[in-house]
């Protein structure tokens, strides 16, 4: 019997393979092609206090190997998701953490405080992404200090585990991991989307319509492999590894840098069930190579 089993932020999960926030919605389109229950962990779409429309369109662009978006949070708002998502989503045997965004730190707490005992969510992950409107848009995630202060907020509103997630848009994304970490976050996930703009050469205008957007999908996936392999170091919290992951090889990189467990997003929109055939491969190839349990391959790389 091979384990596939692994804890993050004292959450036990069946095996580490997570679905990344804003790319599997609540779960329910998802439900119609399998059972969410064979999944290590959902993590839903971005939840705000306020319902939020997003951007409007163009706000997806195809590159060459990954995905620009600038969806905006589009959601329900908090207390739509506490009535109406969380409850449907509780029927499968799946940890569910809610990804929460804020553009203060008044925000963050008042979503942290109203999720705290929610029957049936296992964790927050903070995305400290957003811009913070007191500081004049820049990003919570960007400055050790302000990513360190929404982290010591909702560890103050909450007795859930915290995932602090990592935005890759800085120079040295060590002193972000170590600032969370000594606020308190439980887990560290990353990456969050690189900034990326694409142009029409015909119209000679940005194709989104927020100009910029997120890059994601396999293009990312040597950033992220280096900064989970650079935050694995330097903290001794758990970290849940993400950017363009599609296959069970692409996870397997991701835990031999450092990650305990892995989140597949972009890979998603793609092919639906890649969550369940990197699960299969991990299995599949654990077997092969005789690893009785996923966990030594946690940190495993080999440097000389
Ligand atoms: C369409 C889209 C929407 C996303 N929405 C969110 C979000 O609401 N909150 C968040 O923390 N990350 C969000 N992300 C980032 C993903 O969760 C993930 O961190 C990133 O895409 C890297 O993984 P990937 O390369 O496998 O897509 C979004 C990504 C995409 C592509």
Not at 1 to 24: Q, R, Y
Not at 119 to 145: D, R
Not at 169 to 197: C, F, H, P, Q, R
Request: glycine fraction near 10%.
């Amino acid at each position: 019997m091979i384990n596939l089993a692994v804890e993050v932020a004292g959450i036990k999960v069946k095996n580490p393979v997570m679905t990344a926030s804003g790319t599997f919605g609540f779960g329910r389109e998802y439900s119609k092609f399998y059972n969410l229950s064979l999944l290590g962990a959902i993590m839903v779409k971005g939840t705000t206090l306020e319902p939020r429309l997003g951007n409007p369109p163009p706000r997806l662009a195809e590159t060459p190997a990954g995905l620009l978006n600038c969806i905006g949070l589009q959601n329900p708002g908090v207390d739509a998701v506490i009535k109406e998502e969380i409850p449907w989503l509780s029927q499968y045997d799946v940890p569910i953490i809610v990804n929460i965004s804020g553009h203060s730190l008044e925000e963050y707490g008042e979503i942290a405080l109203r999720l705290d005992g929610v029957a049936g969510v296992a964790g927050l992950e903070i995305n400290i992404s957003c811009p913070n409107v007191k500081h004049g848009g820049l990003a919570f995630g960007t400055e050790p200090q302000m990513a360190a202060d929404v982290i010591r907020t909702v560890k103050d509103k909450s007795k859930l585990p915290i995932i602090a997630k990592l935005s890759p848009n800085v120079t040295d994304i060590t002193e972000i991991a170590k600032a969370v970490e000594a606020a308190g976050a439980d887990a560290i996930s990353l990456i969050n989307t690189l900034l990326g703009m694409a142009i029409d050469i015909k119209t000679r205008r940005p194709v989104l319509s927020n100009i910029v957007g997120g890059l994601s999908g396999p293009a990312v996936k040597p950033v992220a492999v280096r900064m989970v392999w650079q935050v694995a170091r330097a903290v001794k919290i758990p970290i849940i590894g993400m950017g363009g992951i599609v296959s069970a090889e692409d996870a397997i990189e991701f835990l031999l840098a450092g990650a305990s467990a892995v989140a597949v997003g972009a890979g998603n929109f793609y092919d639906p069930l890649a969550p369940l055939k990197v699960i299969e491969g991990i299995k599949a190839w654990l077997e092969q190579e005789k690893i009785a349990d996923i966990r030594e391959l946690i940190g495993a790389v080999k440097i000389c």
